[in-house]
């Protein structure tokens, strides 16, 4: 979800793309996110007592990613955040969460979707009731997105 949606939004970030191969574009023509983290700093706060994981502690997933923890580094948490990068020329996005979601909340979504949605970018965002982090037991979830790929690949041929 989170790598996913930070390609996504950041196809145009030079400074991401690093120092090989740089005459290949980055970007991406379609975005399928499911339950992905936005911004890192949010999601104590936005979890509150329902969080199965404290998001700040040094230990944390995404400390790990940015290399300490996440309160302590705010130029490197807006850094991995898709939220930084969403600019109108970004990709279809489908993004899918659960609103029993304990690990990442599903206000991380909803972020997202709100600033494509300012940005003009074509989204939707799909709330699954009932359901926990990545468990979409309806396999038409499965089948909307896989349809989503095809539509907007097929699209752009």
Known sequence: GHLVALLGTSGDAQELDGIRDIDVSSRVQAVCDWFGPTDFSLMNK??????????DSPDAPEAQLIGGAVQEHPELVKRASPLTYVTADDPV????????????PVQQSQMLQAALEKAKVSSTLVIVPGAGHGQFGDPKITERCIN????QLQAAK
């Open 148 to 151: 989503f790929f095809v539509d």
């Open 46 to 55: 936005q979890a509150g007592e329902d969080g199965t994981i404290d998001h």
């Open 93 to 104: 996005f489908l993004i899918v969460h659960g609103d029993q979601d304990t690990l990442v």
